[in-house]
Structures are given as C-alpha cells and as structure tokens.
C-alpha cells in the first residue's frame, strides 16, 4: 500500500453488482430516512443479514448507502411534514419547515439536499487523507493502547448517549457482560451459556441488534400516534433553484462540515448532537439571527452539512481504530467480521482494496444524494401517505425472517425477542440502547487485550504498567481522557455541555406552537 494506490486499488472491485447494490442502497436509505418512526440504525440492522450471500464491497457499499442516504432523507419529512424523518434532521425542521409553508418546499429540500451532499463529499474527503495516517499510527498499539481506546470507546458513547451519564454506563456495563457469554477464548471453559449448546458461541450479533433496534422501534411506535400529517405540504417543485443560494453561505458550509467530521469522528455522538451545535454556531455568527427559525436558507444548511459530515467522521474512526463513531456504524463493524474483516489499522494491510472501495463509493453515494435528493424531491413527498400499520407489518416480516436466515435458527428467534423486550424496557427507562451496542462490539477485543496484557505482566501488574507507560504516554494519555469524561458531569449542572440549551429551546418552542 503506497501512494495513489489506496485511492485506485479499489476500482478493480466495482462491477455491475456492486454498483446496483451502491445505488440501491443510497435510494432505499432515502426512502427509509423519508418515513418518519425510520432510522438509518433501524434499516442497516434489519438489512443486515440480507447481505450474507453477497461480495464483501457489495454488502458494505450496499448498508453505507443506507446509512448515508437516512441521514439526509430526514430533511424531507422535516420539510414536507414538521417532523423529522431521522433523529439527526430535528433542527432542519426549525427553518425548512416553515419556508416550505412560505410555498417554497422545494427550494427547502434543494437547499437541504445539497448541504447534505457537499457536507457528506467534503467528509469523505477528510476520510481518505486522515485514516490511513491515523492507521499507520495506530499499528504502533500494544494491548495496552488498545485496551485504553476500548474503554474509551465505551465511556465516551455513555457519556454522550441521551439521558444521564449513569444511565450510559449502566447500559455500556450491560453489554460487556452479554458480551461474555459463551467459551472463554483462553480456556476454551463456557460461560455463562446455563447448559445451552446455542450459547456456546456466544449472542448472536445480527439477533440482538434486530431485536434491540428493530423490533423494539416497531413496539415504540405503535404507542405513538405518528405524527400529525394533516398539515403536510405535497407540491414540490424548482429543487435546483437552491444552486443560485448556496454559494452565498459557502462559509457556513464549511465550517458545518468541520463540525459534523469532528462530532462524528468522537465515538457515540452522531448527527443529532453536530446538527444542533452548528446550527448553534450558525445562529451565532449569522448576520440576521432573528431570522432563523422562520425560514432561513443558512439554518437549513448548518444542521444538514453538519448532519451528514457525521457519516465519514463516524467511519474514520471504525475504519482506523476499529473504534464505532456511532450505533450504525457498530452495526456496519458487524457486517465486517460477518464478512471475514476486522476493521481496524491493520484493514489497511490485509485487505486495502476494499478501504479503497469503500472511499471511492462513499464519494459515489453523495453524488447520488445529489442527483436522487433533487430529481426525487417529487416523488419522495408521496411517500409520506404511506399507512403507518402496514409499515409496521413489513418490517416486521423483515425482522423475523432476517433473523432466521442468518442461522437458520429458530432460538434466534427467541434472542430477537428476548432483547426486543430489552430495548423496549429500557427505552421506556430511558436507558440508551447505544452503549449495549458498542460494548457488544467492544467487548472481545477489550477482553482479549486484557487477558494478553495480563499475561504479559505475569503477575507484576502494577510494575509493568508504570514500564509500560514509561515506554510510550499513549494508553496513560487515553486512560486520563476517560477519567475526565467520566467525571465532567460532576462540574457541570446538566452535564451535557457539548449541546446547545439555546437551539433545544427553540426546537422545542417551535414544535408546541406547530401543535
């Protein structure tokens, strides 16, 4: 791996498959992103298991078009509707929403469409010349290092995660216990498994993913009322006049997109938490703040930049350190080693190809976000008269028979079920389910760079930790960053201080006058 080649080697894997499978991906996340009550963690864990029988860069191209496509998709609903199709379009609602009402929806959906485009080109860009040289510096991890950004992983997504910090621990400890089941991978002794051969090999992944996100959401749902759509706006038309506004907030783009790439980059934030700190920014620095939030082409613009960068700063981190930056990208480390690949520094020697597949697609799926988002606009709006209960059904059917075919197993059935009741009580608990899903991920490697540091030391623990750290301040480094993480909420009065109080305010302002 030299040179160019990381930039080109990739295009010996596309052929007509996979490209069918790139732009499939992209449209059906659209869609997905479209429909309100879906999300793009939602689509990849359901979609998951279809993608067994197919070429790794299929498989791969076909769930990145999924995740990247539901991110920007949420801006229609957040137009056409007031209400955001997925977590991250929440602010878009704020100022697309109200310009469509002015009759001007589909300079609203142009405008969010290419913000989401550039900002997602403008990630893959950081993407491609960041993690190869974060990957090589990473190669230089001992089990040590490498048990210190687990643990780090795992803090900083409870930290993040809605609700209290506790709470996010309490669901990161939960995970690494789940995580255990199954035969030691030193002694080869079960545990855990309470006399089931089915445990052995420990949870399923795909099972508790689809249960926890997939079902569990579908449960949600049906104790909502789904939104009131009685005000929804049907006319779309002139999306490509957004290109004569764009280029005058060419500042707020870029700095959105900075945002976006560092939020996504840090394990467990995601677009939601970039969207609403660069419309903050935005607000701030705008010439006219008292114009957001009725209608300001420059709001639409930070959150959708902001929201859609997340995706390749999400994905420098898994594919660098094989750390998630967010719970689809843990879902998307899944469909690696499903697929035989560790994502991690040593992707980049094993199997360069396709990390070179996947920059080029990543770059391709913008550009259909771009071409889909402006001619589409139209025919995306009519999806939102879709009956709720019959997508309900659907996913569903894809639910369970998913879960089947990855095994062809019945008891994963029951995992499903069993962590679908999981999710549903600690959504109800308001206990996050991401931490359960890093620290699933998270917890072998944990375990295993443990256990291997551990015999390293031979019992002088103590001593070869301080000679350890004497050789390199790396893992000492990470080990204080997570203490402070940890203790942050104690010196702060909501804890949450990477959030902007004034834009969840005014979201919150908006939506009870839109009621």
Not at 133 to 159: C, N, Q, W, Y
Not at 253 to 268: E, F, T
Not at 464 to 470: D, F, P, R, S
Request: proline fraction near 5%; include cysteine; glycine fraction near 12%.
């Amino acid at each position: 791996m030299s040179g160019l080649s990381l930039y080109t080697a990739g295009l010996s894997l596309f052929n007509i498959t996979t490209l069918i499978a790139l732009v499939g991906g992209s449209l059906l996340g659209i869609i997905i992103g479209a429909l309100p009550g879906l999300s793009a963690i939602m689509a990849v864990s359901i979609l998951l298991p279809l993608t067994y029988g197919m070429a790794p860069q299929s498989a791969i191209l076909m769930l990145l078009g999924v995740y990247c496509g539901a991110n920007y998709g949420g801006s229609i609903a957040a137009t056409l509707v007031n209400i955001p199709g997925t977590p991250s379009a929440v602010m878009t609602t704020l100022d697309a929403y109200p310009l469509a009402k002015k009759g001007k929806a589909g300079l609203a959906i142009g405008v969010a469409t290419a913000a989401s485009a550039i900002g997602g080109i403008f990630s893959v860009i950081v993407l491609t010349l960041i993690s190869p040289i974060i990957a090589r510096f990473a190669l230089k991890f001992t089990s040590l290092e490498m048990l210190a950004v687990s643990i780090f992983g795992i803090s900083i997504i409870a930290f993040i995660s809605k609700g209290s910090t506790i709470k996010g621990l309490m669901a990161g400890i939960f995970g690494l216990l789940i995580a255990t089941i199954g035969f030691d991978p030193q002694s080869a002794v079960p545990r855990f498994t309470f006399n089931s051969l089915y445990l052995n090999s420990g949870v399923q992944f795909t099972s508790a993913m689809i249960g926890l996100f997939g079902l569990t959401e579908i449960m949600l749902s049906l104790g909502k009322a789904g939104g009131d759509r009685s005000g929804a706006i049907e006319e779309v038309k002139n999306t490509f006049e957004c290109f004569r506004h764009i280029g005058k907030y060419f500042g707020n783009l870029m700095r959105s997109s900075v945002i976006g790439v560092i939020v996504g980059a840090i394990p467990g934030a995601g677009g939601t938490i970039a969207s609403i700190i660069a419309y903050a920014q935005q607000k701030k620095l705008s010439r006219h703040p008292d114009e957001m939030g009725e209608g300001a082409i420059e709001g639409i613009i930070a959150a959708e930049a902001a929201n859609n960068a997340c995706c390749g700063g999400a994905m420098t981190t898994l594919l660098s350190l094989g750390i998630p930056g967010d719970s689809v990208t843990a879902i998307l480390m899944g469909a690696f080693i499903i697929h035989g690949m560790q994502p991690g520094p040593n992707l980049f020697n094993t199997n360069y190809p396709l990390v070179s597949a996947i920059f080029i697609g990543m770059f391709i799926i913008n550009i259909m976000i771009l071409v889909l988002g402006l001619t589409g606009a139209p025919y995306f709006a009519k999806l939102l008269k879709f009956p709720p209960y019959l997508l309900n059904s659907m996913i569903l059917v894809l639910c369970v028979v998913g879960t089947y075919g990855v095994q062809n197993s019945l008891f994963d059935i029951k995992v499903m079920l069993v962590f679908a009741a999981l999710g549903y009580a600690f959504a109800k608990l308001e206990i996050p389910r991401s931490p359960i899903v890093l620290s699933l991920i998270l917890g072998p490697l944990m375990e295993e760079n443990l256990r291997r540091w551990m015999l390293l030391a031979d019992g002088n623990y103590f001593g070869y930790l301080i000679e350890c750290c004497a050789k390199t301040p790396i893992a000492p480094i990470i080990f204080a960053v997570t203490i402070l993480t940890l203790v942050s909420p104690l010196f702060s009065k909501r804890g949450k201080s990477a959030l902007s109080e004034d834009a969840l305010e005014q979201y919150e302002a908006k939506n009870a006058e839109n009621k």
